[in-house]
């Protein structure tokens, strides 16, 4: 299957006029997307997205890791945790790292509100190759935007500095139990490439797909190096399929 790359607009959209500038532009449609019914915007959100990746790689019964979920997101109809945890269906798990506790309860909240608690399995902490603890920089105003210090070179004015417990993919799946999922999506603002050093475990037991959000590395590179190929773009970044994953 050859690579898709007509995944929408926003995506480029956002690196063209710049992080700060595509945020104050998209911020009346998430004030109204905040004030929308949850079950009216994630239900025509996700027939947006259905047949796009990495979503329409998503079956009945998958286990599906997250790494990010932001309040901000859940709120305005875009967290991919929530789109996941749907997709799913009841026999399906999601795994999602969030290591701010605000988030962490404000996507438990979603789910116990919307059927899908069963589904959900919440690990605060944060996603890095090692056990530990980091410090981070949260924005009361913009949680998408939390990274680990150090991750990004960036004004770091609106933020709050505090100390996150760390563990990687592959511990903490052991740890929990969970079998090899089918995908592993990572939105961790700078600390992509250091999470997947810690999850070597579940790329050598066959974990079929990879999806990374942009944060200006030669992904597609880096990915052929550890046996998978672009898949597609998608509306983070980049969707990678290991070679001879259906």
């Not at 962490?104 to 608690?117: P, R, S, V, Y």
Request: net charge positive; aromatic share 6%; charged share 20%.
């Amino acid at each position: 299957m050859p690579a898709r790359r007509d995944q929408g607009i926003l995506l480029p959209l956002k690196f063209l006029i710049g992080h700060r500038a595509y945020r104050a532009a998209s911020r009346p449609a998430a004030f109204v997307l905040s004030h929308t019914p949850d079950r009216v915007k994630y239900g025509i959100g996700e027939k947006m997205r259905r047949s796009k990746m990495p979503y329409s790689i998503i079956r009945h019964g998958d286990v599906v890791v997250q790494v990010g979920a932001p309040r901000d997101l859940v709120q305005a109809g875009r967290s991919r945790s929530v789109y996941f945890l749907r997709l799913v269906g009841p026999a399906g798990r999601v795994v999602v790292f969030e290591p701010d506790l605000k988030s962490a309860a404000c996507l438990e909240d979603f789910a116990a509100g919307n059927g899908l608690a069963d589904r959900l399995v919440m690990v605060r902490k944060g996603a890095w190759s090692t056990d530990g603890t980091l410090a981070f920089l949260s924005n009361p105003n913009h949680p998408a935007s939390n990274l680990v210090k150090g991750a990004l070179d960036i004004d770091t004015s609106r933020y709050v500095e505090t100390s996150i417990s760390v563990t990687s993919i592959d511990a903490e799946l052991k740890r929990l139990g969970i079998p090899t999922p089918r995908l592993v999506s990572i939105t961790a603002n700078g600390s992509e490439t250091v999470i997947l050093s810690g999850m070597k475990g579940v790329i050598q037991e066959g974990l079929a797909y990879i999806a990374l959000a942009v944060t200006g590395a030669d992904y597609p590179t880096m990915m052929k190096q550890i046996g998978y190929e672009l898949a597609a773009n998608d509306d983070r970044g980049f969707t990678f399929r290991k070679a001879g994953a259906t």
